[in-house]
């Protein structure tokens, strides 16, 4: 049974930072891309950043370029998600997602934790 489980979500001041994680089980992480995503409050849920399997190849959503850094250990199969400098418009609830390869939809999704940035 696979699991992903995120953690590290919380209140947060504008300007602060927060690190997140996610823990998997259940499948062969290293063989695995991991992505974030995020929803807020009435919007759609949407792209954050992505990692490949081996950890060279990382892509962020424009929105989070430069502030945002995605990470992965896979000894520990946790994949990580450093966010400084955060903003209101960052809040919601964050999930992250496995896949195999890019050309597909992801096979798993965590049951995310949540993000509130205040002003």
């Known amino acids: 049974q696979v699991q992903l489980v995120e953690s590290g979500g919380g209140l947060v001041q504008a300007g602060g930072s927060l690190r997140l994680s996610c823990a998997a089980s259940g499948l062969s992480f290293s063989n695995y891309n991991m992505a974030w995503f995020r929803q807020a409050p009435g919007q759609k849920r949407e792209f954050v950043a992505e990692i490949m399997w081996t950890g060279g190849n990382t892509y962020y959503a424009d929105s989070v370029k430069g502030r945002f850094t995605i990470s992965r250990d896979n000894a520990k199969n946790t994949v990580y998600l450093q966010m400084n400098s955060l903003k209101p418009e960052d809040t919601g609830v964050y999930y992250c997602?496995?896949?195999?390869?890019?050309?597909?939809?992801?096979?798993?999704w965590g049951q995310g934790t949540q993000v509130t940035v205040s002003s």
């Open positions: 997602a496995a896949r195999v390869g890019l050309t597909h939809g992801y096979d798993y």
